[in-house]
């Protein structure tokens, strides 16, 4: 058994009051850096107002975090251990979209009962994250790049190729970073790259085995391929 303790009742209903409100909050982050990175010529107004929704979003992590640290009961440290992807998520706000992956959890599982198989939940969720943190991604390269001297990522459209190529672990070499913090991205995305290759495949792989097994048990004894 875990010796994990339970999640305190007031700290569960704050998580279900807030998922909707995260996910929404991290859409608008990205809907505002997307859009101050891309549009080159936005008048002043606007970048500054996307920069304050942009900033407005990181707060709604920050309470969230703030108010679930407090009614856990559990010291601080405790609390980053036991909820390390959150921690993980305040601090690096290319990761904030990855909330809307909760939200469609929440959604497969009305009626407390998932829609999707556990494999099919597996391989669609890495989908889902592999977009939302692809085009994260992209934006961010993109905005480091952009400009540089010796840059080779010139527009987005080669940002997100050579993203493609990182998250698939394929690594092309037509375009490459040359900025620290545009090198810096990459790495995460090959790390990210890598994590959700080996679930879908491994999810995937084991889907299979699973089919053969049961087409196994109910094929007669005797009766297989190539038995005369």
């Given at each position: 058994?875990?010796?994990?303790?339970?999640?305190?009742?007031?700290?569960?209903?704050?998580?279900?009051?807030?998922?909707?409100?995260?996910?929404?909050?991290?859409?608008?982050?990205?809907?505002?850096?997307?859009?101050?990175?891309?549009?080159?010529?936005?008048?002043?107004?606007?970048?500054?107002?996307?920069?304050?929704?942009?900033?407005?979003?990181?707060?709604?992590?920050?309470?969230?975090?703030?108010?679930?640290?407090?009614?856990?009961?559990?010291?601080?440290?405790?609390?980053?251990?036991?909820?390390?992807?959150?921690?993980?998520?305040?601090?690096?706000?290319l990761l904030r979209p990855?909330?809307?992956?909760?939200?469609?959890?929440?959604?497969?599982?009305?009626?407390?009962?998932?829609?999707?198989?556990?494999?099919?939940?597996?391989?669609?969720?890495?989908?889902?994250?592999?977009?939302?943190?692809?085009?994260?991604?992209?934006?961010?390269?993109?905005?480091?790049?952009?400009?540089?001297?010796?840059?080779?990522?010139?527009?987005?459209?080669?940002?997100?190729?050579?993203?493609?190529?990182?998250?698939?672990?394929?690594?092309?070499?037509?375009?490459?970073?040359?900025?620290?913090?545009?090198?810096?991205?990459?790495?995460?995305?090959?790390?990210?790259?890598?994590?959700?290759?080996?679930?879908?495949?491994?999810?995937?792989?084991?889907?299979?085995?699973?089919?053969?097994?049961?087409?196994?048990?109910?094929?007669?004894?005797?009766?297989?391929?190539?038995?005369?």
């Amino acid at each position: 058994m875990s010796d994990r303790p339970p999640t305190p009742p007031r700290e569960e209903r704050w998580d279900r009051r807030m998922e909707t409100p995260l996910a929404v909050a991290s859409l608008v982050y990205l809907g505002a850096y997307a859009l101050r990175v891309l549009a080159h010529d936005l008048p002043d107004f606007w970048r500054q107002l996307c920069l304050a929704l942009t900033f407005a979003a990181w707060a709604v992590f920050v309470v969230d975090y703030a108010v679930r640290l407090r009614l856990s009961g559990l010291p601080p440290w405790r609390f980053v251990r036991r909820h390390f992807l959150d921690t993980v998520v305040l601090l690096l706000p290319l990761l904030r979209p990855l909330r809307v992956v909760r939200v469609y959890d929440r959604v497969q599982r009305r009626r407390d009962r998932p829609r999707l198989t556990l494999y099919a939940r597996v391989m669609a969720y890495a989908g889902l994250s592999t977009g939302l943190i692809g085009f994260a991604g992209a934006l961010a390269v993109y905005q480091a790049e952009y400009g540089a001297e010796g840059a080779t990522i010139r527009t987005f459209g080669d940002s997100v190729w050579w993203t493609c190529a990182t998250l698939a672990t394929v690594g092309y070499g037509d375009v490459s970073p040359v900025t620290p913090w545009g090198r810096l991205v990459a790495v995460g995305l090959m790390a990210c790259g890598l994590a959700l290759l080996g679930a879908v495949t491994g999810s995937f792989s084991s889907w299979l085995i699973q089919v053969f097994t049961r087409e196994d048990e109910k094929r007669p004894p005797g009766d297989f391929p190539g038995a005369s």
